[in-house]
Nanobody, 122 residues
């Protein structure tokens, strides 16, 4: 079992930045691919970013490419999502997830955090 806890959400102004963290405990964190997803009110959950366990490959949704950066520190069992140039449409609950491969499909991930709210005001 892998337990994931997100933090770092909050309120930001458009154009601002936030950094989300996802701390893992339990099984070997370093063997998992990690992903970030988000869900806005009334909308389906969508893929944001993902990376392999080694950190050698990163993947992003087109909507965040160039603005968001996923990274990980396996020594700290933590994955991060640096969000810059935030837009009101980035407002959502953000979830981190762990799985075998860094895909954009939520069904490919085995473990999920409880989510952290990000609100971007215009």
């Amino acid at each position: 079992q892998l337990h994931l806890v997100e933090s770092g959400g909050g309120l930001a102004q458009a154009g601002g930045s936030l950094r989300l963290s996802c701390a893992a405990s339990g099984r070997t964190f370093g063997s998992y691919a990690m992903g970030w997803f988000r869900q806005a009110p009334g909308r389906v959950r969508e893929f944001v970013a993902a990376m392999r366990w080694s950190g050698s490959n990163t993947y992003y949704a087109d909507s965040v490419k160039g603005r968001f950066t996923i990274s990980r520190d396996n020594a700290k069992n933590t994955v991060y999502l640096q969000m810059n140039s935030l837009k009101p449409e980035d407002t959502a609950v953000y979830y981190c997830a762990a799985g075998r491969n860094p895909t954009g499909w939520g069904s490919d991930y085995d473990y999920w955090g409880q989510g952290t709210q990000v609100t971007v005001s215009s």
